[in-house]
């Protein structure tokens, strides 16, 4: 299983963050698989984003559900995020995990670095 993500590495302040995940090896819609956004901001730990279970039903982090939103493109096995307005404060390397039901992070993709300036 392999999860790739994708998107610019520079996002102006105010604009929109959008961010892609090409899962290989596995189907997003593969039983109990749950596929996550998960960043970690220079110099601190990780934060969990938002989720798109295998069943598409979503989930997101309480702190930043009135800015995000996160989609699948299944014919393409793919899943977004998109985070709206964003500040310098979101700038972070952002992962695109999966996660088999019950809290078991397997597959983590290489992460991609995001640089909220202007």
């Known amino acids: 299983v392999q999860l790739r993500e994708s998107g610019p590495g520079l996002v102006r302040p105010s604009h929109t963050l959008s961010l892609t995940c090409t899962v290989s090896g596995d189907s997003i819609k593969t039983y109990n698989y749950y596929w996550h956004w998960i960043r970690q901001p220079p110099g601190k730990g990780l934060e969990w984003i938002a989720n798109m279970a295998y069943s598409g039903a979503t989930g997101y982090s309480p702190s930043l559900k009135s800015r995000t939103s996160i989609s699948r493109d299944t014919s393409n096995n793919q899943f977004s995020l998109q985070l709206n307005s964003v500040t310098p404060e979101d700038t972070a390397v952002y992962y695109c995990?999966?996660?088999?039901?019950?809290?078991?992070?397997?597959?983590w993709g290489q992460g991609t670095r995001v640089t909220v300036s202007s």
């Open positions: 995990v999966r996660e088999l039901r019950g809290g078991h992070y397997d597959y």
